[in-house]
Every structure is written in C-alpha cells, then in structure tokens.
C-alpha cells in the first residue's frame, strides 16, 4: 500500500512525529477551528474537544494507522477505518471535508516539527494521510449507499420514560410518517439538536428497540462534567426539554458493534454502566430469534438503583432457553446480584464464545484480559466506545 521509499521515510520519522502528536493535534484542531469556525460549532463534539479526547484519538488513529501500513504492508486495517467510517457516516461527514483536514494537519506538523520536516517527509506523511482518507471515503461512500443516503430526518417523541434518576428513554416516530428502515442490534443513530447559542451539537445514541420495530427508540445517560469535563451539551439538552411532542432529528443507524455468527454460537454480552444500551437490543435480538446456544449475560452498575433497562435486560435473557445471568453491584447488592466488580473468576464461559463488550474503558480491559484467560480468542472479543476511541489512541501511541 505505501510505497517502498514513503516507507522507508515513515519508518525513520514515526518515532519523532509519534513523541509529538499531541502537540501537532492540538495545534491542528486549533487552526482549523480558528478558519472554520462552523466545524467546532455544528460538527465536532465541543465537549470532546474541551476534554482533550478527540485529540487523543485522532492522534492514536493516525499513529495507529502509520503502524499497520509498516507491519502489515499487504493489507489494511479494515476494522479500525470501519469504526471510524461509522461514525463519521453517523456525522454525516463529507469527502471534501478530509481536503480541510489534510490543509490544518500538515500545517499544525509543519509547525511542531520545523525544518525537520523536509519535502520528502512531507511527501511520506502525505501519502499515509491520502491512503487513510481515501479508505475512509470509500467506506463511508458504501454506508451512505446501504444506508439510502436519507440525511437528517425529524423524528417525534411518542413518549418518554424514566429509567433511572440520571436515564430517560425516548420513544420516536417518523414526523413525515413514512417506513422506518430496519437496523441491527448494537448500532447507534446520531441525534442534532439545537442549543441556546445557536450550535447544532450531534450525539450518538445506541438504538435500544428491537430491530423490526415500527419506531426508534434511545436511552440517554445525562452526563455530569467533572474536572475534567465539562458537562454533557447534549444529554442535558435532552433531560430538560424533549417531551412527548417533542421534534428531533435523527440520522440512519450506524455502527459495527453488530451480532455476528450462527445459531449455535456461544455468546458473552458484557457491559456496565450505560454500556447496557447496545447490550440490551443485542438480547431482544436473540430473545426473537430464538438464540439457542449458551448466552452469559454480564452487568456492572453502581446499584441495582442505578442499573438502566435492568427489566429489559433480565426479561430479555429469561427468554434465552440457555441464558444465564451475572450482575455486580458496587453497592446495595441485596439479592439483585453480586457486591463489588465484574469478575468472571467464577463465571462459566463455554468454547467457542464470541463475546460484545460495552462500558468504561477499565471495565472492557478488565473483561477482555480474563476473557483471554478463559480461552476465547482475542479476535472474538468486540467492543464499542462511546466517544473517541481511546482504546484506539492508547494502543495506537504505545
């Protein structure tokens, strides 16, 4: 893919570019920001960007990228640039945005790196740039093309629940009154709002109906900043104003967290937190087709209080003819299940398992490292971030 001299370039260059690609992302977001202010405001998740993550993850992704393009010349990282593609689809990303990008990138690495970054280097650096944007928009061509290319479409709420003190669910249908598309359990849509300054801030929600249904339905987690954070735009949006009657707008569902294999394969849906979204309509899949391998159903949550979609989850997985169920409580366990954190030391997982993980970073290496020990192979281990991937960006900087 990358050419014998380009590669030659990248190999000798990567350990310096890769020491200063938080500076280079930093500086990067900054200029295009300054030119194009309508990006921050209408297009990236200004709370992301306020955090530091997305930075993190762009570098990772870039570093990530580089890496592969090294060790695997013969072939291409499709599982990273088709996490990146769905979500960048479920934006609504466009190919003449990656032209934008690639002017504020090469300037922020002009910047950071001086005279070190000669026209050979420049050269190198530009051919992964291209390769890695040219994937992204032929795969993002693809979705679009599966996905009917609909773009925003205004969706009503026909009800509103409340799951938990921090957790509203949100049931919507079509305001044109038109067929609602299918989706597959695990994958999210993007949801654009309009805030009080004028920004129209997008958010990705897992779906958490059944497919097949006649409405969309999503749980929303308002999210509380911290010192690190500032609070979530969107969520607090969400809990304050959208009621019955409300109008939103949706895009199509997007995201590679998907159900995957036959029948008779065993499966370990895993998550915490609000990670039980994608989780939960994994199991109204199963639970309808009538899954009849073993399905190892694995929660951790605060409390039993605190524990989103808790009767779905349990009702679902009581449909399951091999359905178990493992759920940790940090807190007031009572009966509900097991006091402290998710640990498998003790949970049967049969050969052959696929497993889907969704919840905090800590909490899927957790799982994942004593998946492995168990015996399932790393490749049958899927996972899903929500925000920048920083499994990614870690993995991608080591």
């Known amino acids: 893919m990358l050419s014998e001299q380009s590669a030659a370039t990248v190999r000798a260059t990567l350990p310096a570019v890769g020491a200063h690609l938080g ?33 993190q993850a762009l570098a990772g992704s870039i570093a990530a990228f580089a890496t592969h393009l090294l ?45 070190a970054v000669t026209p050979e280097v420049a050269a190198a650096w530009d051919e992964v740039y291209w390769l890695m944007a040219n994937a992204l928009v032929a795969i993002e061509k693809r979705l679009y093309e599966e996905a009917g290319d609909p773009g925003w479409r205004q969706w009503e709420v026909v009800e509103r629940a409340t799951e938990t003190d921090d957790v509203v669910t949100f049931r919507l249908r079509p305001v044109d009154g038109g067929p609602v598309p299918g989706f597959r359990a695990g994958q999210y849509v993007s949801v654009r709002v309009e805030l009080p300054d004028g920004a129209r801030q997008i958010r990705q929600y897992s779906l958490t109906g059944a497919p097949g249904s006649a409405e969309r339905q999503i749980t929303v987690k308002r999210v509380n900043g911290d010192g690190s954070a500032p609070d979530g735009e969107v969520s607090h949006h969400l809990h304050t104003h959208a009621r019955a009657g409300s109008v939103l707008e949706l895009s199509a569902p997007y995201g590679d967290l998907v159900l995957d294999g036959a029948a008779d394969t065993p499966l370990l849906l895993a998550s915490a937190g609000i990670g039980v979204t994608p989780i939960v309509a994994m199991l109204a899949q199963l639970a309808e087709t009538g899954h009849r391998a073993p399905v190892t159903v694995v929660h951790g949550d605060r409390s039993p209080a605190a524990h989103a979609l808790r009767a779905d989850h349990l009702a679902y997985a009581g449909k399951l003819p091999e359905g178990s169920v493992h759920f940790w409580y940090e807190a007031d366990a009572g009966e509900s299940g097991r006091t402290g954190l998710v640990d498998l030391a003790g949970v049967d997982v049969p050969a052959g398992t696929r497993a889907y993980l969704c919840g905090p970073l800590p909490f899927m290496r957790t799982v994942r490292a004593q998946l492995i020990e168990k015996g399932v192979a790393p490749a049958d281990i899927h996972y899903e971030v929500f925000g920048p991937d920083l499994w990614l960006a870690q993995e991608g900087q080591a």
């Open 23 to 55: 500076e280079i992302t930093e500086r990067f977001y900054a200029g295009m920001f300054a030119a194009r202010p309508e990006l921050l405001r209408d297009l990236f998740n200004r709370g992301n960007q306020a955090a530091g993550t997305q930075r």
């Open 71 to 115: 060790d695997h010349p013969d072939r291409r990282p499709d599982v990273m640039l088709s996490r990146i593609a769905h979500k960048h689809a479920s934006l609504g990303v466009t190919p003449d945005q990656y032209a934008i990008v690639h002017e504020h990138l090469f300037a922020a690495i002009a910047g950071v790196l001086g005279e």
